[in-house]
Nanobody
Framework: QVQLVESGGGLVQPGGSLRLSCAAS????????MGWYRQAPGKERELVAV???????NYGDSVKGRFTISRDNAKNTVYLQMNMLKAEDTAVYYC?????????????????WGQGTQVTVSS
């Protein structure tokens, strides 16, 4: 019904930058919050950043001041600009969207995840 496709991951040196993108498509009536989470090997999935449809943002403590989340509502796309990357940022990054699903009546709320994109920070 709704698909999230992520792009932009890869290998980068410490101190470098990467930009992740996540595009939502399908039976979308509207999208409420969109966000990024990450999961490193042996660790639980954690919040990186989230942005509401109105543009309010919230960041995990470990990325504040280094990462910036933004979205293009017309394109149903969320971005994550990651600067000053550290080795501890290495993880699989997952996109998440809280979607009001249309195509029928009434529309209903559902949560969707992307397939994940690997970010590796290493020299």
């Amino acid at each position: 019904q709704v698909q999230l496709v992520e792009s932009g991951g890869g290998l980068v040196q410490p101190g470098g930058s990467l930009r992740l993108s996540c595009a939502a498509s399908g039976r979308i009536f509207s999208i409420n919050a969109m966000g990024w989470y990450r999961q490193a090997p042996g660790k639980e999935r954690e919040l990186v950043a989230v942005i509401t449809s109105g543009g309010s943002t919230n960041y995990g403590d470990s990325v504040k001041g280094r990462f910036t989340i933004s979205r293009d509502n017309a394109k149903n796309t969320v971005y994550l600009q990651m600067n000053m990357l550290k080795a501890e940022d290495t993880a699989v990054y997952y996109c998440n969207a809280a979607v009001l699903v249309g195509g029928g009546w009434p529309p209903y709320n559902s949560d969707y995840w992307g397939q994940g994109t690997q970010v590796t920070v290493s020299s």
